[in-house]
């Protein structure tokens, strides 16, 4: 048996380079090589799309690691008393583990919905794969046989019997190879036809679970967007340099300023002519340093407070200016206030000051001017009213 599968290849092998150069005839069927070509074109761009679905997952997980990598960085650059400290906690702690979760729901669901079903219905692509090097075997053989068939005839002295035997194989090869390169000529245009109703659903499959992770990403970094509102984003480009100019310094070393940098005064505030730093991210009518206060607070008819300012009412700043005598007074007895809830984190700049996080409620007392008087743990103080929502 061995011995005979030898043979026949190397029979087959003959009969193919007795082709290539002439001394044989060979069938050409012109409907199934295009067929080939056709099938040999789809079944590799299949292969190449669940390639690039791979390919596309890995790069959302990598971009999931530096996503991570920079939420820590940005955390690393703050302060626990600076006012975006609060934020980039939230980046680093919250948002960039939601972004994840959804990256690995989007991973499941393509597995599941993509690469299994693709992997299935090319399984019909393999079979013809196999079937059309069994036809090209077949045709070879067909070939081979006709070909010892021909040189047997035209000899005179040939034995019936053997022409016989040899016509017969001969017809058995050719029987062999119609019957398989009919089936294939009505297989390969039928899966051509077939793969676009197919691929209507993986192509949902692809859309839907690419938008709804990205729809989650957007929705969890949106979380910071309040965050921002206020914050100059064109300042990093034209911000001042504070360190002393190497023309002024001690040191004048080889690496020199940007040409056209601006830089800070030696106080460290931006001189007159550099570009000014921004604000915290704070609610506009909160920007403006306040003035302070002529007199305590008083009780206003009512159970309000009221006091006079020397111009308007106190915003945020460090050090923002002080009572006259410490806290803000009592309302009179008889209400408990209104709760209000916290929309962004303030921190209080003295003891007449409270500090609450986002989310946190705070009781208000007072609602006149720009700056209430509100209770939260036990402290009672001032704080901006856009910072948080009556409820």
Known sequence: SFLKKVNTNLARAKQMAMVKIGQSDATVDPQFNQLEGQFKEQYSKMKKLGKYVQNYQAAVKDLGHAQKGMAQMIMEQYDTSDSMYHAATQLNENITGQIESSRIKMEQQYNENFHVPLTQYLGQYKIIEERIVERNTRLVDMDRYNADLKVLMSKPDTDPTRLQILKEKAEYKSREYNSLNEELIRDIPALLRDRSRFFDGLFANVVQGKAVYMMETARAM?????????????APANWAFIVTPPSKSAYPGNIEFPEGTKIASQSGAPSSNSFSQPQTNMPAAMQSPPSSFNSQPQMQPGGGMMG?????????????????????????????G????????????DNTEISFNPGDI????????????????GRRGYFPSNYVQLL
Do not use: C, H
């Open 222 to 234: 949106g979380l910071l967007t309040p965050n921002f509102q206020n914050v100059d984003k064109s």
């Open 308 to 336: 006079s300012y020397s111009s308007g009412q106190p915003q945020v700043q460090p050090n923002a200016g002080s009572f006259s005598s410490g806290q803000p007074q009592a309302q009179p007895s008889g209400g408990q």
């Open 338 to 349: 209104r709760p209000a809830k916290a929309l962004y984190p303030f921190s209080g700049q």
């Open 362 to 377: 705070i009781m208000v007392s007072n609602q006149t001017g720009e700056w209430w008087v509100g209770e939260i743990n």
